[in-house]
């Protein structure tokens, strides 16, 4: 069976994936904070508290790893917060951030390489990243820098795992601008915290946001690509 495991996965992009690939067969193992009702398999779990990740991937994995005929890591969770400039954000906003958005996505992936390091199964990471690791935005200092890290973080897997016997396929891909919870966050923000918000508020309005569903669709087929491993390290969901 194949065994997905999507973080962030209640709700938005994560919630959507892990419906989807249920219906597909997948044995779908969710990690959030908040439960979800509707799934069979679910771990709760904040992944701002960095140091229970290890002892959480491994237990799933070993739970499963008799069962699994493939493994796929889909590090979906993130947040958009503190939105702000710098010198107007708090300390302790900036740990969050780099907690959720890249210190877990390092530590799950870390863990799900080193237990699956002798298994000869397919096995894949899939970082969800973001344009603004790639451009820069005014107010998002903490984001941007996240999602920038997490890309290199993705080349670097990817360049140690062309030497592994059992190698790890790993994609970091941009969903391109998706109507979530995280678009509300950033429209409901201050126009002095960012800079670029009436942009976003005219996307809204004009019909230019992809739906949750839409980009699970698309996620799930860069998944099911014949060539999974020719897609990365680093991709845009809009340009495949």
């Not at 999507?6 to 709700?11: D, F, I, P, R």
């Not at 699994?68 to 400039?85: K, R, Y």
């Not at 699956?116 to 941007?144: F, M, Q």
């Not at 960012?194 to 860069?222: H, N, W």
């Amino acid at each position: 069976m194949d065994v997905v495991i999507v973080t962030g996965a209640s709700k938005g992009i994560g919630y959507e994936l892990s419906k989807q690939l249920q219906a597909l067969g997948k044995k779908v193992i969710g990690i959030a904070r908040t439960v979800d009702q509707n799934a069979s398999n679910f771990v709760t779990a904040d992944l701002a508290k960095t140091s229970l990740l290890e002892g959480i991937l491994t237990s799933i994995i070993d739970e499963n790893v008799e069962i699994a005929t493939s493994f796929t890591l889909i590090n979906n969770a993130g947040i958009v917060d503190p939105i702000g400039l710098v010198g107007n954000v708090q300390a302790v906003d900036i740990e969050k951030s780099i907690a959720v958005n890249l210190t877990a996505p390092i530590i799950l992936s870390n863990t799900f390489i080193e237990k699956l390091r002798d298994v000869h199964i397919p096995k894949r990471i899939v970082n969800i990243s973001s344009g603004a690791g790639r451009k820069t935005y005014e107010g998002w200092g903490a984001y941007c820098t996240t999602k920038a890290g997490l890309d290199h973080f993705s080349r670097v897997v990817a360049m140690e795992q062309a030497n592994a016997k059992y190698p790890v396929d790993i994609v970091s891909i941009a969903p391109g601008i998706i109507d979530t919870g995280m678009q509300e966050i950033i429209r409901s923000s201050d126009e002095g915290d960012f800079p670029l918000l009436d942009r976003f508020i005219t996307y809204k309005e004009q019909g230019a946001l992809s739906s949750a569903k839409e980009t699970a669709e698309k996620l799930i087929a860069v998944l099911k690509h014949e060539d999974f491993k020719a897609i990365g390290p680093i991709a845009d969901v809009r340009n495949l």
